[in-house]
């Protein structure tokens, strides 16, 4: 197959294309609204399809009168922006809210992230802004999404000490239950223990006895000591672990806090947006009804005509990928009248 060459089937007949006949196509288009690139860029992308590698910025460069950084611009363009299917009519906007716009704001757009770009885009009314109110106010989205994320990103550094200071402080105190218990198990030893004890250098039994009792006594206040210090570090960690669970409980709901007041703020943007929306839909409507109810009728059997017309493409494209080539073509030469006589109708 020859890589200079592209085929656009018609029903039965074919529309070789070649790259100089892209590039006239460019040469003739107007890029100044963003229907206009990303016709400019659909052809773009074709011609370096069709071209050898490493031809493409020669080509740019010597047959459409673009640069190279401005084609790859219009490419981009047309891959961010560009509906999946393409119209009967050429390429169009995922969204009629980028339909108006120019190439520059097409390109400071890109800054914000596809999933978020057409909700923020008639938030903020970009077809009214300049490209430098524009680039403004993606400037303050960006520093209130970082402010915003620096914010719960101290939530989360302050929840995980808490975190890691409740688990010491649960380590600290499971360590000092344990050496009570074994104090209190000792002290218990030494009450049961019988009243005699050995003391080799005393041989008076009345001696040896104060002595055992005074071992004891003093062996006993010494436990009775340590016991009393190892339940107030006891009580000591019960204390701190407490604090530190509540540290932990303030963190978590700050951070809950700041999330959910971002929801809250998302959510009231939307709703603005929505009522916006349905406001300016409707007085549109007025404004187009008020100029020609024909024009309004006209708009909407287009819409639906169109929409007709690509389903009937599709179905004739179904039948040829299942092996059908006749029966597509029988539709596609019903298509083919119908059109021309529809072109007769208007004085074509």
């Known amino acids: ?31 100044s609204v963003l229907s206009g690139i990303l016709e400019i860029g659909r052809r773009f992308t074709e011609a370096k399809e069709l071209l050898p590698h490493g031809a493409f910025g020669d080509w740019v460069r010597g047959q459409t009168g673009y640069s190279m950084s401005t084609a790859n611009n219009f490419m981009r363009l047309y891959s961010e922006y560009g509906a999946d299917q393409g119209s009967l009519f050429g390429a169009s906007a995922n969204s009629q809210t980028f339909g108006n716009l120019s190439y520059s704001k097409a390109l400071a757009l890109l800054e914000v ?3 978020e770009r057409e909700d923020f885009a008639r938030e903020v009314g970009a077809e009214e802004l300049s490209v430098r109110e524009l680039k403004e106010a993606i400037r303050e989205r ?25 688990s010491k402080k649960n380590d600290e105190l499971a360590q000092a239950e344990t050496e009570l218990e074994e104090l209190r198990g000792q002290l218990e030893e030494l009450m049961n223990a019988p009243k005699e004890v050995a003391v080799q250098t005393v041989v008076d039994e009345e001696a ?8 004891r006594e003093k062996a006993e206040k010494d436990l009775k000591a340590k016991i009393a210090k190892a339940e107030k570090e006891r009580d000591k960690a019960l204390a701190e672990r407490e604090k530190a669970e509540k540290a932990q409980k303030a963190a978590e709901q700050k951070l809950e806090a700041e999330k959910l007041g971002r929801e809250t ?15 300016l839909a409707d007085l549109q409507k007025k404004l187009a009804l008020a100029d020609s109810p024909e024009k309004v009728s006209f708009k909407f059997w287009f ?4 929409a007709c017309i690509n389903n009937m493409l599709d179905c004739v494209g179904k039948l040829r990928n299942a092996g059908k080539g006749e029966d597509a073509g ?10 021309e006589k529809a072109k007769e109708a208007v004085g074509e």
């Not at 040896?208 to 071992?215: D, M, R």
């Not at 819409?303 to 169109?306: A, D, F, K, R």
């Not at 029988?330 to 059109?339: E, H």
Request: net charge negative; no cysteine; proline share 2%.
């Open 1 to 31: 197959m020859n890589e200079n060459l592209s085929t656009v089937n018609t029903g039965s007949a074919a529309t070789t294309r070649t790259p100089e006949m892209i590039a006239a196509e460019i040469r003739a288009l107007t890029g």
């Open 113 to 115: 992230p596809a999933e």
């Open 142 to 166: 960006d520093e209130r999404l970082t402010e915003a994320e620096n914010t719960a990103e101290g939530y989360r550094q302050k929840l995980q000490y808490s975190e890691q200071t409740v």
């Open 208 to 215: 040896v006895q104060k002595a055992a009792q005074e071992a």
């Open 265 to 279: 703020e998302e959510s009231a943007a939307k709703k603005a947006l929505e009522i916006a929306g349905a406001q």
């Open 303 to 306: 819409e639906q005509g169109q």
């Open 330 to 339: 029988k539709l596609a030469n019903a298509l083919r009248v119908f059109l």
